[in-house]
């Protein structure tokens, strides 16, 4: 055997080679196929990938077309986007995530803050190796997702937003002007979650996101399977927290994290900076998206269309998933995505 092959160059370049074929084979092994639809209703393929320890659940229609990434919000989960799949999946990669904590994902022992939410995604996103990425988001997936893209915007090709965060204005963090018991609807609601001991009684003991608000934010009558589709993964007790922390996450009573601050500040210089193209899906009369937001999205971003989908309140794709669906369809062809 010839010894001089066994030089400090070759055997660099041997292991590198190692560490990289390591490095693939680990990328693949990590993405579990269940083999096992999620629902009846949800005729996909639960799948899972390990993320700091934890597995996230996720479907993915594979396909040939450009990614489009589906992330919910407060209390959904994948479920939510379920009717409206169908009218991407032809020409796209649809995958739909749940947050860590949410639906078929694990709920590790952390404090489900914003900050922690948002390790897990962009982790998430890292081991599916996901590039050139439609964000079609919702509700504090809205926050996440334009967060994320703030972060990394060489890999994102277009956002689509409906009923979600919509930075009119910098966040400051200080306490309301308005007594929490003078609040009126939901910023009431807000401050009550947001007080010891009360928010954790409404949770935890009432289940108040799901029994409540979930079915009188929507026009359309949940059946009562598709209420226990919302209801399973929040069973009971503490597993309910993810749900307890992001109300708690506006900051109501002055305590914003710093982390929600900087981020909701620097995603709204993205979003009047970027080019991408951008939709904004409106409802009337809508929760979070009245005609003041609407007007900062026409006025500040520089590629966006703005389309009125029709009645509804906040769950909009209970409401409208077809209209959804074909709408950002529609969109994505005509911008060549």
Same mark, same amino acid.
């Given at each position: 055997m010839n010894?001089?092959?066994?030089?400090?160059?070759?055997?660099?370049?041997?292991?590198?080679?190692?560490?990289?074929?390591?490095?693939?084979?680990? =990328?693949? #092994?990590?993405?579990? @196929? #269940?083999?096992?639809? %999620?629902?009846?209703?949800?005729?996909?393929? #639960?799948?899972? %990938?390990? %993320?700091?320890?934890?597995? +996230? @659940?996720?479907?993915?229609?594979?396909?040939?077309?450009?990614?489009?990434?589906?992330? @919910?919000?407060?209390?959904?989960? #994948?479920?939510?986007?379920?009717?409206?799949?169908?009218?991407?999946?032809?020409?796209?990669?649809?995958?739909? %995530?749940?947050?860590?904590?949410?639906?078929?994902?694990?709920?590790?022992?952390?404090?489900?803050?914003?900050? !922690?939410?948002?390790?897990?995604?962009?982790?998430?996103?890292?081991?599916?190796?996901? =590039?050139?990425?439609?964000?079609?988001? @919702?509700?504090?997936?809205?926050?996440?997702?334009?967060?994320?893209?703030?972060?990394?915007?060489?890999?994102?090709?277009?956002?689509?937003?409906?009923?979600?965060?919509?930075?009119?204005?910098?966040?400051?963090?200080? =306490?309301? !002007?308005?007594?929490?018991?003078? +609040?009126?609807?939901?910023?009431?609601?807000?401050? +009550?979650?947001?007080?010891?001991?009360v928010g954790e009684k409404m949770i935890y003991e009432d289940n108040m996101f799901i029994e409540q608000i979930l079915p009188s934010a929507m026009l359309h009558k949940l059946s009562d399977d598709e209420m226990d589709a919302y209801r399973e993964p929040f069973d009971k007790g503490k597993n309910r927290l993810p749900m307890l922390q992001f109300p708690r996450e506006v900051g109501i009573l002055g305590n914003a994290s710093d982390y929600v601050i900087k981020a909701r500040n620097d995603f709204t210089q993205y979003l009047i900076s970027t080019h991408v193209p951008a939709l904004l899906l409106t409802f009337s009369p809508g929760a979070l998206v009245n005609q003041e937001k609407i007007d900062w999205v026409k006025n500040n971003m520089k590629n966006v269309s703005v389309k009125h989908i029709g009645k509804a309140i906040h769950f909009v794709q209970e409401d409208h998933p077809e209209a959804i669906g074909s709408t950002i369809a529609q969109w994505l062809k005509s911008e060549n995505l």
């Open positions: 010894k001089k092959l066994f030089t400090k160059p070759f055997v660099f370049i041997l292991t590198t080679m190692f560490l990289l074929s390591a490095c693939n084979n680990s =990328k693949t #092994s990590k993405i579990e @196929h #269940s083999g096992i639809q %999620v629902r009846s209703d949800f005729p996909y393929e #639960s799948m899972f %990938v390990e %993320v700091n320890g934890a597995k +996230m @659940h996720f479907v993915d229609t594979g396909g040939k077309g450009t990614p489009i990434l589906m992330i @919910h919000g407060q209390p959904t989960w #994948s479920y939510l986007w379920r009717n409206v799949i169908p009218h991407l999946e032809n020409n796209h990669r649809v995958i739909a %995530v749940d947050l860590i904590g949410f639906g078929k994902s694990d709920k590790p022992n952390i404090n489900y803050t914003i900050e !922690e939410h948002a390790v897990y995604l962009e982790a998430f996103i890292q081991a599916l190796d996901l =590039k050139d990425l439609t964000l079609v988001v @919702h509700d504090w997936g809205g926050f996440l997702g334009f967060d994320y893209a703030a972060k990394h915007p060489s890999r994102i090709k277009a956002l689509a937003f409906m009923e979600t965060v919509i930075p009119d204005k910098p966040l400051i963090n200080k =306490k309301p !002007e308005i007594a929490p018991e003078n +609040m009126k609807g939901f910023a009431k609601i807000l401050a +009550m979650l947001s007080t010891k001991g």
